[in-house]
């Protein structure tokens, strides 16, 4: 839902007191994919409009038996180790660390959260604060698939189906690779829910609900990965191994 799409004064306002970014990215067993989606996000964090924010990277390793931990913390990024086996509460349990890391107060902070086995465009951070400056207090973003995947036609064609011919695409998705919020608003509905799948909807469903303005916007898509065997069940590779299966099919699946 996007909720006065012109710039609201008290929230504008707010945005131009941020003082830090953080990003969190769950994580488990993702040493092969984790340095390129870490290296891509350092890369958003160094541009022009980031300069006079702080910003700080948090890498959830849940439940993990591989070096991801090892890899997270060779970049710098802080990083949180636990056994919680849910994407909603790695989630939760990273923005909660980052918040108290920052020690600052909610208005002025904004978290940004990607996946493991996503790389962000380097204008991902910075397009989200000018967002953030028009009014908006969360951003909903799109992903996309590499072109070398046999599945990217058909994800874009079933995910775009929504797409006008012309204008802004106010579309229906949500993802958590590619989410941004106020850290105001994020607390104000209570934060991401202990949820196995589906988080990310179940937040942008509250910041709705609860009449915070959300924008959903295709402007600055995030590379994902193609994997239909993914790392929580119901997640987006779920929906790509059924986008596969009812393509064979001749059905039309559900994009999330």
Same mark, same amino acid.
């Given at each position: 839902?996007?909720?006065?799409?012109?710039?609201?004064?008290?929230?504008?306002?707010?945005?131009?007191?941020?003082?830090?970014?953080?990003?969190?990215?769950?994580?488990?067993?993702?040493?092969?994919?984790?340095?390129?989606?870490?290296?891509?996000?350092?890369?958003?964090?160094?541009?022009?409009?980031?300069?006079?924010?702080?910003?700080?990277?948090?890498?959830?390793?849940?439940?993990?038996?591989?070096?991801?931990?090892?890899?997270?913390?060779?970049?710098?990024?802080? =990083?949180?180790?636990?056994?919680?086996?849910?994407?909603? #509460?790695?989630?939760?349990?990273?923005? &909660?660390?980052?918040?108290?890391?920052?020690?600052?107060?909610?208005?002025?902070?904004?978290?940004?959260?990607?996946?493991?086995? &996503?790389?962000?465009?380097?204008?991902?951070?910075?397009?989200?604060?000018?967002?953030?400056?028009?009014?908006?207090?969360?951003? =909903?973003?799109?992903?996309?698939?590499?072109?070398?995947?046999?599945?990217?036609? #058909?994800?874009?064609? #079933?995910?775009?189906?929504?797409?006008?011919?012309?204008?802004?695409?106010?579309?229906?998705?949500?993802?958590?690779?590619?989410?941004?919020?106020?850290?105001?608003?994020?607390?104000? =509905?209570?934060?991401?829910?202990?949820?196995?799948?589906?988080?990310?909807?179940?937040?942008?469903?509250?910041?709705?609900?609860?009449?915070?303005?959300?924008?959903?916007?295709?402007?600055?898509?995030?590379?994902? &990965?193609?994997?239909?065997?993914?790392?929580?069940?119901?997640?987006?590779?779920?929906?790509?191994?059924?986008?596969? &299966?009812?393509?064979?099919?001749?059905?039309?699946?559900?994009?999330?």
């Amino acid at each position: 839902m996007n909720i006065e799409p012109a710039t609201h004064p008290a929230v504008a306002a707010e945005a131009a007191t941020l003082e830090a970014v953080a990003v969190v990215i769950p994580a488990h067993d993702e040493e092969a994919l984790l340095p390129a989606a870490l290296e891509a996000v350092r890369t958003a964090t160094l541009h022009p409009a980031l300069r006079r924010l702080r910003v700080l990277t948090v890498v959830v390793a849940d439940h993990c038996r591989d070096d991801t931990a090892f890899l997270a913390r060779e970049t710098g990024a802080t =990083v949180v180790t636990g056994n919680f086996r849910n994407p909603g #509460r790695a989630r939760a349990v990273g923005i &909660s660390r980052a918040l108290r890391e920052l020690d600052l107060p909610a208005p002025r902070a904004w978290i940004a959260t990607t996946d493991a086995d &996503s790389e962000v465009p380097p204008d991902w951070l910075a397009h989200q604060l000018a967002r953030a400056r028009e009014g908006w207090e969360a951003v =909903v973003g799109t992903v996309m698939l590499p072109h070398t995947s046999p599945l990217a036609d #058909r994800l874009r064609t #079933r995910y775009e189906a929504t797409r006008p011919p012309h204008g802004e695409w106010y579309h229906p998705h949500v993802h958590g690779a590619n989410l941004g919020v106020t850290a105001q608003a994020y607390l104000s =509905v209570g934060g991401f829910p202990p949820l196995r799948a589906g988080e990310d909807h179940a937040l942008v469903d509250a910041l709705n609900r609860a009449g915070h303005r959300v924008l959903t916007t295709a402007a600055c898509p995030v590379l994902t &990965s193609a994997r239909v065997r993914g790392r929580a069940r119901g997640g987006f590779a779920d929906d790509l191994a059924a986008l596969g &299966s009812h393509q064979l099919e001749g059905q039309q699946p559900t994009m999330g």
